[in-house]
Every structure is written in structure tokens, then in C-alpha cells.
């Protein structure tokens, strides 16, 4: 059993950066692939990034590309995600997720393990 608490949400201006953090329990953290999702009010969940459980494969939604960088530090057990450059479209609870089936990318297993979720609201 792991468990996900995120950290590092709050309200920013457009243009600023935020530091999100995942803190995980348990050593099984390290060998998991790790995704960040989020949820705008009024719509689904959706993806935003991942990160292998050795940190050299990461994915990006689209839309932030080159503003967000996932990573990991898996001898402290916890992940990250720095948001540059954000935009008031990025307003939205960020969550951490947590796959034991699989080492590379975050799949749709229902054996996620989610966080609690912190929110991000960026103000233009």
C-alpha cells in the first residue's frame, strides 16, 4: 500500500511558477511509475504528465510542454512537478498518481494510487 500527499499549491499570477511536490510511503514508491493529473471545476480529470520509475522517460500533455518538468527523487521517495510560465487555463486541483503495474507511464489500471490533491489557481 502507498500513500500520496501533494504539496506546493496556491494562488499565483499568469506568468509565475509553482513547485508541486508527491510525497510517498512505503520503499515500493521507487519502483512505480508516477503522473500528475488534473481537474478544472466543471471537467473531467486529465492527464498532464508522467515519469518512468527510473526518471529518464517522461511524457507532457500538450499544452505544457516546455513550461512543466516532471521528476522524481526516489531516495527521498517523493516527485515533483515545476510549472513554469503558468496561465490562468492551468487553474485547477492537481493530483499525484501512483502505478504498481507498471515501471514506465501511468496506465488505467484501477490499482492507481491517487493523492488528496492540491489546488493550483493562477490569476491573470
Known amino acids: 500500500q502507498v500513500q500520496l500527499v501533494e504539496s506546493g499549491g496556491g494562488l499565483v499570477q499568469a506568468g509565475g511558477s509553482l513547485r508541486l511536490s508527491c510525497a510517498a510511503s512505503?520503499?515500493?514508491?521507487?519502483?512505480?511509475?508516477v503522473g500528475w493529473f488534473r481537474q478544472a471545476p466543471g471537467k473531467e480529470r486529465e492527464f498532464v504528465a508522467a515519469i518512468s520509475w527510473s526518471g529518464i522517460t517522461r511524457y507532457y500533455e500538450e499544452s505544457v510542454k516546455g513550461r512543466f518538468t516532471i521528476s522524481r527523487d526516489n531516495a527521498k521517495n517523493t516527485g515533483y512537478l515545476q510549472m513554469n510560465s503558468l496561465k490562468p487555463e492551468d487553474t485547477a486541483v492537481y493530483y499525484c498518481a501512483a502505478d504498481p503495474t507498471s515501471r514506465v507511464k501511468v496506465t488505467t489500471t484501477p490499482s492507481l494510487y491517487w493523492g488528496q490533491g492540491t489546488q493550483v489557481t493562477v490569476s491573470s
Open positions: 512505503g520503499p515500493a514508491f521507487s519502483t512505480y511509475a
